[in-house]
């Protein structure tokens, strides 16, 4: 009671907070768990089946397919957007003329502030194998014929992978020079006087320091690689599905369009229960509680 | 925690009740303020005379509520939405609710039903979807209520024998249509085809040279090479070149046995023809991303010279350059699918849009009587021209278009009708009748049983690597009936 009276504004100011997650999160968590062993239909009884819905999502094929998919395009976001924001944010950091600086980080940082929906359509365009500009360079510059990359299940994950790292670029080469910024100068004063090249500090001193800005990133982008949705959803179509449907597109697919409500729910748990496993392990391998 | 939770569930439920009290409250109002007149006396007379045989379509429509979801019936914005509703309110005393989401559709209803919100009509156009509610128990028994009714058991309003396409398993009718649905089918440049001195084609090959010339004859007259042949966005729109080798879309049972024809050996000579289209640069080569909308526009802004589409969109292709420019010489005119070895064409006439009654509606009474009202001429006209006054203005039996109707193209949800006994007060858009008359010769519905939706997606695969000419067509084929087979998907 006494606690009640010392914080009790602070319980207030909580309160939103906790509403939101028990109305927003944790309600649809349990009743998808719930789901997911219903034979669940949209009106009338909805019988419990046990593990049925699980068992049959573990016999499907297309689940396994999309699983491929996503543990692949997963795998390349998380490797490619890691390390070229990290390599362009140390690039910049060489950058002496500020003014290249801030305008060369807002360009990199326009694309996060769009939705998959506008960056898809511009890419569509782009791509375009009759009148989007990289085929009129391949034609025009390189003298090659026209490419509908789209079409082409061979790029397919390369594209999923290469747009999504170009789109979140600019958000994490944010975070890596506010991490740069953070470190120490008299380290860099200190190599300077022991005779240390650019190179040298910047191996010895920056990507050292920086450790534990890249254990968040990595950490937050691990968290995101079963998630992969909106992207692949824009981009997709017929010639290119079975390279990039991914997890979260099945579960789309069983839900929304077939209308297997408790199929769908046993696979969404499967990427919760994925995603938990996978920041586990990270979480252990870069020994993140250090940070 | 359990209070809490009560607490938080009485705020939500009584927040909740009094929104709910404040928008109803304002639409009630506006309603009431409409004035009555003249025709709105005759849609309720005709309304009750059609349901005097029907207790529950006989009702009085004073206090009536009505709440409906729908992706095409109402105005083209929200405000013409709102003033959508009041017309209701006007023509049959039901105060209607009208939710038209902007996009997404089918995804909002299944969120609604799934999360139990209460519409007392909703519309939908795809028949797999309407076998899916039927088993989830999500529809409205209507047998009685339709059999019964005099409006919607005349054959004149609705031929009988439609009616099947709306029954469940057992025969009893679960839906009722919300308009006339036609069918696809390819849709040319007829002033390309006079200009280049083409006569219409009726085999594949007149076809071929038909898209050849409008690729490489620069049709359009401005002295670049940019113009395409065809184009089209999906599979089943190229219904009317594989009717040439007696292919028809999605299931075809023969012998009691499930078969898709486009996995067949016969269809490997019509990929083959699309590749050749593709690799001569005759065909949009985008047609595998294209949606429809962009398929539209290439034919709208002089890029492609035919296309694959719906009847209905031959008047509005037309219409639509001509509001741009009277002196246009556009002219687009829907084309016949080529004969197969039989002689027969074989076109695709699409799912039909439709109502249904969700079980848990809580006004199905008022949900009956609109349904009637939507099939009388008060309720045709509102569905094709809109509401009086805002759309067109009538003056005796003279009906006026405004510039809001006619960029409305006289279709707010029915552009189309079954009733005979209706005549359209403008006609059918130019070039619409003869559309109409080819989808009533040779259109039929397709056959979609469980598991299409995963046999499509294999089908979908390879027919378009096959077209676009990324994978050998009987390669492809083989493929695909493989794959199909594999999957249980068909027998043979």
Redesign the interface.
């Known amino acids: 009671m006494k606690v009640l009276k010392r914080y009790g504004a602070l319980y207030v100011m909580m309160a939103p907070v906790i509403?939101y997650f028990l109305?927003f999160a944790y309600y649809p968590l349990v009743k998808g768990l719930q789901t997911s062993f219903q034979n669940?239909?949209?009106?009338?009884d909805r019988p419990y089946v046990g593990f049925t819905n699980y068992s049959d999502v573990l016999h499907d094929?297309?689940f396994w397919d999309a699983m491929v998919n996503t543990l692949v395009i997963g795998g390349g976001i998380l490797l490619f957007s890691f390390a070229a924001p990290l390599v362009i944010a140390l690039s910049l950091n060489e950058v002496l003329r500020t003014w290249y600086k801030k305008i060369a980080q807002m360009i990199l940082y326009v694309p996060h502030l769009l939705s998959w929906v506008v960056v898809g359509g511009i890419w569509?365009f782009l791509l375009?194998?009759?009148s989007g500009l990289v085929n009129m360079v391949l034609v025009h510059v390189f003298h090659r014929t026209?490419f509908?990359f789209?079409?082409?299940?061979s790029w397919a994950r390369w594209i999923m992978i290469l747009l999504a790292t170009w789109k979140e670029m600019g958000y994490t080469c944010i975070l890596f020079l506010a991490g740069i910024v953070s470190i120490n100068p008299s380290l860099y004063e200190a190599a300077r006087m022991d005779g240390a090249t650019r190179w040298q500090q910047l191996i010895r001193v920056t990507l050292p320091q920086l450790g534990n800005t890249m254990k968040v990133v990595f950490l937050l982008n691990t968290l995101g690689i079963l998630r992969i949705f909106d992207e692949v959803f824009v981009l997709r179509?017929?010639?290119i599905?079975?390279k990039v449907d991914v997890l979260m597109m099945y579960t789309f697919?069983k839900?929304?369009?077939?209308?297997k409500?408790g199929p769908a729910s046993a696979a969404s748990f499967f990427v919760l229960l994925l995603t938990l496993a996978l920041t586990l392990v990270v979480r252990r391998v870069t020994r993140f509680d250090e940070v | 925690m359990k209070k809490v939770l009560l607490t938080m569930s009485t705020i939500a439920v009584a927040g909740t009740m009094i929104l709910t009290g404040c928008g109803s409250e304002t639409k009630g109002n506006d309603a009431a303020n409409t004035p009555t007149n003249t025709q709105s006396n005759n849609a309720a007379a005709n309304t009750s005379t059609g349901s005097s045989s029907n207790e529950t379509a006989n009702a009085p429509a004073g206090d009536m509520k009505l709440r409906i979801l729908d992706a095409n019936v109402g105005g083209k914005t929200p405000e013409e939405n709102t003033q959508f509703e009041a017309e209701i309110k006007r023509l049959t005393g039901i105060e209607a609710t009208l939710e038209k989401p902007a996009s997404d559709y089918d995804q909002k209803v299944l969120t609604a039903l799934s999360s139990g919100e209460k519409y007392d009509l909703i519309e939908l156009s795809d028949l797999g979807t309407l076998a899916t509610f039927v088993d989830q128990g999500v529809l409205t028994d209507l047998t009685d209520f339709v059999t019964k009714s005099s409006v919607l058991s005349d054959p004149t309003v609705i031929p009988t024998k439609e009616w099947d396409q709306l029954k469940d398993k057992d025969g009893k009718i679960v839906a009722v249509f919300s308009k006339f649905q036609g069918g696809t089918m390819p849709i040319v440049r007829k002033d390309w085809l006079d200009k280049l001195n083409l006569k219409e084609p009726k085999t594949l090959d007149d076809y071929y040279n038909v898209l050849k010339a409008f690729k490489e004859k620069d049709p359009d007259g401005n002295g670049k090479n940019d113009t395409y042949g065809l184009s089209t966005s999906d599979l089943y729109d190229i219904q009317g070149f594989m009717s040439s080798a007696g292919l028809k879309y999605r299931y075809v049972m023969k012998d009691g046995k499930r078969t898709i024809p486009y996995a067949t050996e016969a269809a490997v000579p019509m990929y083959e023809w699309f590749a050749k289209l593709v690799k001569e640069g005759i065909m949009d080569p985008n047609f595998v991303t294209n949606d429809t909308g962009k398929m539209r526009n290439l034919f709208l802004t002089d890029r492609v010279g035919m296309v694959t589409y719906w009847d209905a969109w031959v008047g509005m292709f037309n219409n639509m350059r001509t509001q741009e420019d009277p002196n246009t010489k556009f002219q687009a005119e829907a084309l016949n699918g080529i004969a197969g070895a039989d002689g027969k064409v074989l076109l695709r006439r699409g799912d039909p849009d439709f109502w249904i009654i969700p079980a848990n509606a809580e006004h199905p009474d008022a949900a009956k009587k609109f349904l009637e009202f939507w099939h009388t001429e008060p309720g045709i006209t509102l569905g094709s021209l809109g509401i009086e006054k805002v759309d067109y203005s009538k003056s005796g039996d003279t009906y006026m278009l405004t510039d809001m109707g006619k960029e409305h193209n006289s279709d707010h949800g029915v552009p189309f009708w079954y009733n005979e006994n209706v005549k359209a007060p403008f006609g059918k858009l130019p070039g619409v009748q003869a559309a109409q008359d080819i989808v009533k010769q040779n259109a039929t519905l397709e056959l979609s049983l469980p598991g299409w939706e995963d046999a499509e997606k294999i089908v979908k695969n390879y027919a378009l690597k096959a077209m676009s000419g990324q994978m050998d067509a009987a390669e492809a084929v083989k493929k695909m009936h493989d794959e199909l087979m594999s999957k249980n998907l068909i027998d043979e």
């Open positions: 509403a109305v669940y239909r949209l009106m009338g094929s297309t569509i375009s194998p009759d026209p509908n789209l079409a082409d299940a179509n017929p010639t599905a079975t697919q839900g929304i369009l077939d209308i409500l």
